[in-house]
């Protein structure tokens, strides 16, 4: 199956400061989606993006999908970013997600 | 708010009970799956249902029985579980067609505790 790395494992930020996550997977996929998981578990949706770059305000992603890997970025880190980002990517219906980094904001 | 809907949030269970977790859906999506989340580890995929029909059953102990009535409910019922089955228990609900993407969508889980 598709294996998926992400780096780093864990990160602590300033509040206001920039970062970037790293998602690299092993084969051509279909699927590629970002999630933040909040402290209470609930998973939420921030890009599906196969391919190219989206923005949605301080966050973007980018992916390139030749060389197989994507990456999050977001901008003025604010304590509510704290959580753990996923990335999953399926090359048909199964979703493999990576290990995650947990992102800690301090203020 | 995602459109995807888990009761109970929160359930605690002895090793000897019955329990059923529920999953509802209100995004007219046609696939519906269970995962898995233990602690410090990533999602793991237990069952897929496609249009009412089970596609994928991740090599899950029958312990977890998953029953899909349409293609808006999902059930996970669980009987005589073992304490390592503790774990946050996830719904996802996607559209599968030419051109949908699978864009996977979750809902807030049910954190289970198995005394």
């Known amino acids: 199956g598709i294996q998926v790395e992400q780096s780093p494992p864990d990160l602590i930020l300033q509040e206001g400061a920039n970062s970037t996550l790293r998602c690299n997977f092993s084969?051509?996929?279909?699927?590629l989606q970002w999630f933040h998981q909040n402290p209470w578990g609930q998973l939420i949706n921030l890009f599906y993006?196969?391919?190219g770059t989206k923005q949605n305000g301080r966050l973007s992603a980018t992916t390139v999908a030749t060389e197989r890997y994507s990456l999050l970025y977001i901008s003025s880190s604010q304590t509510t970013d704290s959580g753990v980002y996923f990335c999953?990517?399926?090359?048909?219906?199964?979703?493999?997600f990576g290990e995650g980094t947990q992102l800690t904001v301090n203020p | 708010e995602t459109g995807v809907t888990q009761t109970p949030r929160h359930l605690v269970m002895g090793m000897t009970n019955k329990k059923s977790l529920k999953c509802e859906q209100h995004?007219?999506?046609?696939?519906m799956y269970w995962y898995k989340q233990s602690a410090k580890k990533p999602l793991e995929l237990m069952f897929v249902?496609?249009?009412?029909?089970?596609?994928e059953n991740n090599s899950v102990p029958s312990r977890f029985s998953p029953e899909c009535p349409n293609s808006s409910h999902l059930f996970l019922h669980l009987h005589t579980l073992q304490p390592e089955d503790s774990a946050l228990y996830l719904c996802?609900?996607?559209?599968?067609?030419?051109?949908?993407?699978?864009?996977?969508?979750f809902g807030a889980g049910t954190r289970l505790s198995v005394l």
């Open positions: 996802a609900s996607s559209l599968i067609g030419a051109g949908y993407g699978n864009i996977q969508y």
């Open positions: 084969d051509s996929v279909n699927n």
């Open positions: 993006i196969p391919s």
């Open positions: 999953a990517v399926a090359s048909g219906s199964r979703l493999t």
């Open positions: 995004l007219g999506h046609n696939a």
């Open positions: 249902y496609n249009f009412k029909e089970q596609t």
